[in-house]
C-alpha cells in the first residue's frame, strides 16, 4: 500500500453550478483542472473511491466529480505535508478555486484550473510525480 498525495486531472465538459457542501454554491467553468489529494490510507483506494460514480459525498471533489471526468492521476509517496507543499506549487502556475479542497488546512485552494493548452505533466514529473497507470477495472 502506498501513502502519498496524488493529483486528478480532471475535465469539466460544460460549466455548471452546484452546491459543495458547507461551501454552498459554486460554479465551475468548462475546462481542465487539478486537483490535489492526500491519501494516507493508500492511494489505491482513494482513487478507485474517485473513479466511482455512486458514493456519498464526503470530501469537496466529491461534487466536482458528478460534473465531470478524471483524464489523468499522477501520484507519489509522501508525508501528508506534501500535499499543501504541492497546492502551494500550482498556485503559482495555476488558478486556485478558493476554498476548495482545503478545508483542513491554511492553503488557499487544492482545485486549480489549467489554462486552455497549458500542460502540467511536465512540472508534476519533475517534482517526482508518476502516472498512475495501473488498471482499475
Not at 494516507?40 to 465531470?68: E, F, S
Not at 492553503?107 to 488498471?135: A, M, W
Amino acid at each position: 500500500m502506498i501513502r502519498g498525495t496524488y493529483v486528478l486531472i480532471i475535465d469539466v465538459p460544460a460549466t455548471f453550478t452546484t452546491r459543495i457542501g458547507a461551501k454552498g454554491e459554486r460554479t465551475l467553468e468548462k475546462g481542465q483542472y487539478a486537483y490535489v489529494g492526500s491519501a494516507q490510507g493508500g492511494i489505491r483506494q482513494r482513487v478507485i473511491r474517485h473513479l466511482r460514480t455512486k458514493k456519498r459525498h464526503h470530501w469537496h471533489i466529491d461534487y466536482v466529480l458528478d460534473h465531470a471526468t478524471i483524464e489523468i492521476i499522477y501520484y507519489m509517496g509522501s508525508e501528508k505535508s506534501e500535499e499543501c507543499r504541492l497546492a502551494s506549487l500550482l498556485q503559482r502556475h495555476l488558478s486556485p478555486v478558493p476554498g476548495i479542497g482545503a478545508s483542513d488546512c491554511r492553503c488557499r485552494s487544492h482545485l486549480f484550473r489549467i489554462p486552455d493548452g497549458k500542460r502540467i505533466d511536465e512540472l508534476l514529473v519533475n517534482e517526482g510525480y508518476e502516472q498512475f497507470t495501473e488498471r482499475l477495472t
